[in-house]
């Protein structure tokens, strides 16, 4: 789909701009155009980037192929940008969607295959915002606002991550389920994937503050400068996560092995204590010896009532050796 929103003057901005019109709207260099190639095919788009806005060759190749890093590259005139969206769709091998930016001082041209919420958000506000808030000092300051709502859905996310993690980190300390194990690798993984998409990005912002741009006006740097510490704190606190989510597993692997070497001690005491009982029962239980003295004594309820105080006494008599030796 390809939608053009020409942003004039007086605060309003057209949707019903046709493709024919673009070259003659560029050639006025009044307010902001915004065009959006929202999934469109490769050969429609291609038109567009190459028929009326001429950019390099190179730079329409980098965005139609869709395999890029996050980069900015300048072409004197306008500037070429891959970001990054995050797609937290379940079960997907790459949650990375590729956002390439085209920007000059009047136009902004945007191509995605994919829906990106971000980019949706700020099209909607620049639609019903009558005070131009946007774009009213150029095209550059649209492009911060949508980068930082891109960078606001990494915060949320990251933010979302954390108090997964606490949730986890409370229940390894209490009664842990089954799948906690797999939940974990599983959340590493999520960090891992946040983190490719987050770490790129910091030299493109980075750059968009400190380099001489003649794309980027010099009092619009410190947007971009901002939006720089936001993405670095973002940055900060995934390693974080990642820290802790390595304590959290060795710390769970850890108490699994101390609860088992608590289970094997319980085991070993209650063979220890019934060891000389076998052997009491064991012992007097032998049947196979022909009697040669009177056996009414070792048949008579005084050895039964020995026996049974023995069997009663000697496992007492051992758990408490046990306790003074500090074995429990």
Sequence with gaps: MLRI???????????????DELAAALQ????????????????????????VFH??????????QESNVPKVDDWHDYLYLVLYNLDQTPDRQDPRDELDIFVSPHYLVTYHPEPIPALEKIWQQCVQDRTGRLWRHG????LYHLADELVKSYTTVAEQLEDRLDTIENEIFNRPAADITQRIFGF????????????????VFLKLSRDNFQVIDAVDRIFFSDLSDHINHVYDLVESLRDRAHTALDTHLSMVNNRMNDVMKLLAVITTLFLPLTFITGFFGMNFFEPIFPSQFWTGPLLLRLTLGSIILVPVAMFWWMRRRSWL
Excluded: M
Excluded at 55 to 64: R, V
Excluded at 139 to 142: E, G, M, T
């Design 5 to 19: 929103l020409h942003c004039i003057p007086d605060g309003r901005c057209r949707t019903d701009l046709q493709v």
């Design 28 to 51: 006025t260099q009044t307010g902001v155009i915004w065009v959006d190639l929202n999934g469109a095919s490769l050969e429609t788009s291609e038109a567009v980037l190459r028929g």
């Design 55 to 64: 950019f390099h060759p190179l730079a329409i190749e980098d965005a139609l």
């Design 139 to 142: 095209a550059d300051y649209l």
């Design 188 to 203: 590493k993984r999520e960090l891992v994937h946040l983190r490719r998409i987050i770490a790129p990005q910091r030299d």
